[in-house]
């Protein structure tokens, strides 16, 4: 279709009144109709929302910034630029290192109060990390979450790591994750 045959004739004058337009003979209806649905098409269209089929299996990669997520044993799905803990390098053992975990754990729940959007418990501390934390007579500390963005973020995410040993991803990952990923589902985390 030739859309650069349609030329408006007439003034254009919006002071007074309603735009109008007026067509040559030559151009047809049918045109003027397919334009207008070529125009609106892009700006009525709704992004549409992440969404992932049942996870059963996680993998994080700290030093690539990457979490890749399974579903019957194969990779379906890739997050880019993890954010970590302030201190990213090296495995946490105590409360306030700022460290993300290293190690193979589970998700056991969502906290859907959460004051990063929403999140998902990573099991740690496991023994190990508590019999560590021990013997230097320390806290191992604990709380350890998948999150989204702080509730009071205008828009977008922190630049940057900047949990206390955290993993956060973005608003919309964490709402499909949220959903995707039941209690139970092994998290391996990699330095």
Partial sequence: MAFDKLRPSGS???????LMLSLSKHQSLR????LVLCLSAGAAQAEVPLTLPDID?????KSAREMTLYSAGQAVYVIHGIQ???APLG????QGDERTPEGRYTIDYGNPGSAYHLSLHISYPNARDVAY???QRRSPGGLIFIHGQPNDWPAGRVPGDWTDGCISVSNEEIEALYEAVPDGTVIDIEG
């Fill in 12 to 18: 254009w004058d919006l002071r007074k009144g309603p």
């Fill in 31 to 34: 045109s003027v109709i397919a």
């Fill in 57 to 61: 299996y996680i993998r994080v990669v």
């Fill in 84 to 86: 970590l803990g302030d």
């Fill in 91 to 94: 495995h946490k053992h105590f």
């Fill in 133 to 135: 934390a021990r013997a």
